[in-house]
Nanobody, 118 residues
């Protein structure tokens, strides 16, 4: 599975951005899809993810501001980010868990930078 992310950029505090990610390759085995982020000097953290059903989960820091949507037919996952804050500045990575045979794998996108100015 390969993941191609797009979106990101520079925005002022309180602004909005939308990230998108499309999966290709052995997509039939994809289970979870979502987004992680890594700020400078910090560990990568989960932002939001979608299970293979309708489940969604969000980091407490983004609840009420970020919305994850997923199109199972198009193999895409998007992250609408509203009311952005400087602490949201990070490289955002699309992520997917997928099965290939009897093993589960992780796939990562290339990362897209989100910068929020105060």
């Amino acid at each position: 599975v390969q993941l191609q992310a797009s979106g990101g950029g520079l925005v002022q505090s309180g602004g909005s951005l939308r990230l998108s990610c499309v999966a290709s390759g052995s997509t039939f085995g994809i289970n979870d899809m979502g987004w992680y982020r890594q700020a400078p000097g910090k560990q990568r953290e989960l932002v939001a993810f979608s299970t293979n059903g309708a489940g969604r989960d969000y980091a407490d820091s983004v609840k009420g501001r970020f919305t994850l949507s997923r199109d199972f037919a198009k193999k895409t996952v998007s992250l609408q980010m509203n009311d952005l804050k400087p602490e949201d500045t990070a490289v955002y990575y699309c992520h997917a868990k997928y099965w290939l045979g009897d093993r589960k794998y992780d796939a990562w996108g290339q990362g897209t930078l989100v910068t929020v100015s105060s």
